[in-house]
Structure formats: structure tokens, C-alpha cells
């Protein structure tokens, strides 16, 4: 594919970089090449050279948006789970479900862990608090987070440059455009809320990104986002095979510091960083599958994985304790009231 040398940091602009790892090969989708990451001083990793933005659609062309497969919508499970979660989704979030277990809203505080996929799976969605309140999911895939959002109450719209994925999402009912930011075409002042779901970190150009994200919120809208977290542990074990580097895909990593300070960089507020996802489960076991030579979307383990499991058990429990070095960042934002 067609590349392209950058030479300097695709945040900051500093030609002041190390280079960390060279020659990583793309372990999860095999896209041919190797390929180089750079440090830069001012906190980022990032690929260079890397594929063009004309280009790098050859890269996704075995992703896993493609499939058309619904989300499961737990709180609508019949029974008493379906109705503990409706509870808690009242009681933390604001919803007003029938039929919820008042037990969901009297525990949940002790049940941190157990709700936490909750959390998760509706990406810390508070209930709308209009008729008609609107949320953008940048990189929507094949719309799964729309229906996620339209069942809680939410008018859903959804961007994604794969026309693959986007098919499979209209198809679905879901109202998505074939586009990405910077350059989406969407009328500012448009949205509630914006989603990136694990797609800052393939944007060619982040800074404008999240420039135009901001644009599209109302005033005191949210941005969501979550992505590899540059500071994990899992980086430090495994290094060129951490799974988050996904080469050529992932084009430039944050941890929380430095992403929070480009956030407030470009004027948002209320910045937060979110208690860490508990993913060091997938992280490590998949990272073991690229280190020892074998396919990490089989659903056999990895050689190996009995010795490494206990490495991941631990870094999930350390991610509790300090979202820092969890495998994955999640962090809010809002834009000013006025």
C-alpha cells in the first residue's frame, strides 16, 4: 500500500523522537509490511512512515466491524438479572425503567465489579434528559452502539469510513454516513453527545479529530473516549507484541496524561478519567498469541497462556487500583456551558 514518512510528531509537530520498536509485523489481521514506532518528547507513540489516508482502507479489509450480529441487551433480560440491572441502570444513570428490582439500586455501590460491564456497554450513557437528545458514534462499525443508544432513549447517528460496515449498519436501520473527522460534513452544535470507541487511535490526524469532535457538541456536551492506553502493563511485558500497537491500524497512542492535556488543549472541561475497563484478559491473551507465532483470533489458547493468565488476573486487579496502567483508557470531557 501507498505510505507515507512523516518525519514528526503527528500531535505536537516535534522532530524530537526515539525509536522504540522497529520492524513490528501486523500479528492480529496479517496486513503485510513491518513497521516502525517512534516516541516523541512530547508523550505520544506513533507510526511512521505509515499508510496514506488513500490507502489504508487495505488494511481493514478482515476487521471485525462486518458483522451484522445485534448487541446483547442485557437490562431487557426477562427475569430478576434483567430486573437487578434495570434497577441499577435507574439508580446510577438516571433511567426510569419498569419493572426494575429495587435491589439493583441498593447494591450497586457494593457491586462495582459486577456493574462494571454494564458501564461499558452503555459507554456511561446518562438517561436523556430531554425528548429528543442526540448522540454521534465516531466509527460506529456496523451500528451495534446505535441500537445501544436508541434502546436507552437516544436518537443515534453514526460515522464510519469503511463502506463495508456501514453497509451492514444501514441495512439495520441505523441512520450512519460514510465519513470520519476531520471532514465529516455534520452540522456543528449537533450532538449531546460523541462517541470514539477505540478510533482516535487510527486517525491521521488526531488534534484535528477531536478539534471538530468538540465543534459538533452542543455547549456542555460530552465526549467519550476510550483506546489503548499507552501507560499499560501489558505494553511493558510484551513490548513490539502488545496487542494495542496493532500496526498499521493504530497510528498514534496517549496515556491518560498526555491525552487529557490535549483535551484540554482544545477547550474542553470537566475532564475525568473513568475507572479502567477490565480487559487485561484479552490484552495479554491475545498479545501471547502474536508472540508465539500463533493466530490470536483462534479460540484455542496460546502456548503459554497458563503461565501468562496469572500476569493478566493481576494487571486487572492493579488496573482497579490505578487506571493508569490498565490496557485501555477511558476518559470523559465536556464542552463549556457557554
Same mark, same amino acid.
Given at each position: /500500500?501507498?505510505?507515507?514518512? %512523516?518525519?514528526?510528531?503527528?500531535?505536537?509537530?516535534?522532530?524530537?523522537?526515539?525509536?522504540?520498536?522497529?520492524?513490528?509485523?501486523?500479528?492480529?489481521?496479517?496486513?503485510?509490511? !513491518?513497521?516502525?514506532?517512534? *516516541?516523541?518528547?512530547?508523550?505520544?507513540?506513533?507510526?511512521?512512515? $505509515? @499508510?496514506?489516508?488513500?490507502?489504508? =482502507?487495505?488494511?481493514?479489509? &478482515?476487521?471485525?466491524?462486518?458483522?451484522?450480529?445485534?448487541?446483547?441487551?442485557?437490562?431487557?433480560?426477562?427475569?430478576?438479572? +434483567?430486573?437487578?440491572?434495570?434497577?441499577?441502570? !435507574?439508580?446510577?444513570?438516571?433511567?426510569?425503567?419498569?419493572?426494575?428490582? &429495587? &435491589? =439493583?439500586?441498593?447494591?450497586?455501590?457494593?457491586?462495582? +465489579?459486577?456493574?462494571?460491564?454494564?458501564?461499558? /456497554? #452503555?459507554?456511561?450513557?446518562?438517561?436523556?434528559?430531554? @425528548?429528543?437528545?442526540?448522540?454521534?458514534?465516531?466509527?460506529?462499525? !456496523?451500528?451495534?452502539?446505535?441500537?445501544?443508544?436508541?434502546?436507552?432513549?437516544?436518537?443515534?447517528?453514526?460515522?464510519?469510513?469503511?463502506?463495508?460496515?456501514?453497509?451492514?449498519? $444501514?441495512?439495520?436501520?441505523?441512520?450512519?454516513?460514510?465519513?470520519?473527522?476531520?471532514?465529516? +460534513?455534520?452540522?456543528?452544535? *449537533?450532538?449531546?453527545?460523541?462517541? /470514539?470507541?477505540?478510533?482516535?487511535?487510527?486517525?491521521?490526524?488526531?488534534?484535528?479529530?477531536?478539534?471538530?469532535?468538540?465543534?459538533?457538541?452542543?455547549?456542555?456536551?460530552?465526549?467519550? #473516549?476510550?483506546?489503548?492506553?499507552?501507560?499499560? #502493563?501489558?505494553?511493558?511485558?510484551?513490548?513490539?507484541?502488545?496487542?494495542?500497537?496493532? @500496526?498499521?491500524?493504530?497510528?498514534? %497512542?496517549?496515556?491518560?496524561?498526555? %491525552?487529557?492535556?490535549? %483535551?484540554?488543549?482544545?477547550?474542553?472541561?470537566?475532564?475525568?478519567?473513568?475507572?479502567?475497563?477490565?480487559?487485561?484478559?484479552?490484552?495479554?491473551?491475545?498479545?501471547?498469541?502474536?508472540?508465539?507465532?500463533?493466530?490470536? !483470533?483462534?479460540?484455542?489458547?496460546?502456548?503459554?497462556?497458563?503461565?501468562?493468565?496469572?500476569?493478566?488476573?493481576?494487571?486487572? $486487579?492493579? +488496573?482497579? $487500583?490505578?487506571?493508569?496502567?490498565?490496557?485501555?483508557?477511558? /476518559?470523559?470531557? *465536556?464542552?463549556?456551558?457557554?
Amino acid at each position: /500500500m501507498e505510505l507515507e514518512s %512523516l518525519g514528526r510528531c503527528p500531535v505536537c509537530g516535534s522532530t524530537d523522537r526515539t525509536l522504540r520498536f522497529d520492524g513490528v509485523a501486523d500479528g492480529v489481521f496479517g496486513t503485510p509490511g !513491518n513497521w516502525d514506532f517512534w *516516541s516523541c518528547g512530547c508523550g505520544i507513540l506513533y507510526l511512521d512512515p $505509515r @499508510p496514506t489516508e488513500a490507502s489504508i =482502507g487495505e488494511a481493514y479489509a &478482515l476487521y471485525y466491524t462486518h458483522a451484522s450480529s445485534g448487541p446483547p441487551l442485557r437490562w431487557r433480560d426477562d427475569g430478576w438479572r +434483567g430486573a437487578i440491572r434495570r434497577g441499577y441502570l !435507574n439508580a446510577r444513570y438516571g433511567y426510569s425503567f419498569a419493572d426494575a428490582s &429495587l &435491589l =439493583g439500586a441498593l447494591t450497586w455501590r457494593l457491586r462495582r +465489579g459486577a456493574v462494571k460491564n454494564l458501564d461499558f /456497554m #452503555i459507554r456511561h450513557l446518562p438517561s436523556p434528559p430531554r @425528548p429528543v437528545c442526540t448522540i454521534l458514534d465516531v466509527g460506529c462499525g !456496523n451500528g451495534d452502539f446505535l441500537a445501544v443508544a436508541e434502546d436507552l432513549g437516544y436518537r443515534a447517528c453514526g460515522l464510519d469510513p469503511d463502506p463495508e460496515a456501514v453497509a451492514v449498519a $444501514r441495512a439495520r436501520g441505523h441512520d450512519v454516513r460514510c465519513a470520519s473527522l476531520p471532514g465529516s +460534513g455534520v452540522q456543528p452544535a *449537533s450532538f449531546d453527545h460523541v462517541f /470514539m470507541n477505540h478510533v482516535l487511535e487510527h486517525f491521521h490526524d488526531p488534534v484535528a479529530a477531536l478539534r471538530e469532535a468538540r465543534a459538533l457538541l452542543v455547549p456542555g456536551g460530552r465526549l467519550w #473516549i476510550s483506546l489503548p492506553n499507552l501507560g499499560a #502493563i501489558g505494553l511493558r511485558r510484551f513490548g513490539p507484541r502488545w496487542r494495542g500497537l496493532e @500496526p498499521p491500524r493504530h497510528l498514534a %497512542l496517549f496515556d491518560a496524561p498526555r %491525552l487529557a492535556a490535549l %483535551l484540554g488543549e482544545l477547550g474542553f472541561q470537566r475532564i475525568e478519567l473513568l475507572p479502567a475497563e477490565e480487559a487485561a484478559l484479552f490484552y495479554f491473551r491475545q498479545s501471547q498469541a502474536i508472540a508465539s507465532g500463533t493466530d490470536p !483470533n483462534d479460540e484455542a489458547d496460546p502456548p503459554g497462556w497458563e503461565d501468562v493468565r496469572s500476569l493478566a488476573v493481576a494487571a486487572n $486487579r492493579r +488496573g482497579r $487500583r490505578d487506571p493508569l496502567v490498565a490496557e485501555s483508557l477511558t /476518559m470523559i470531557a *465536556s464542552t463549556p456551558l457557554t
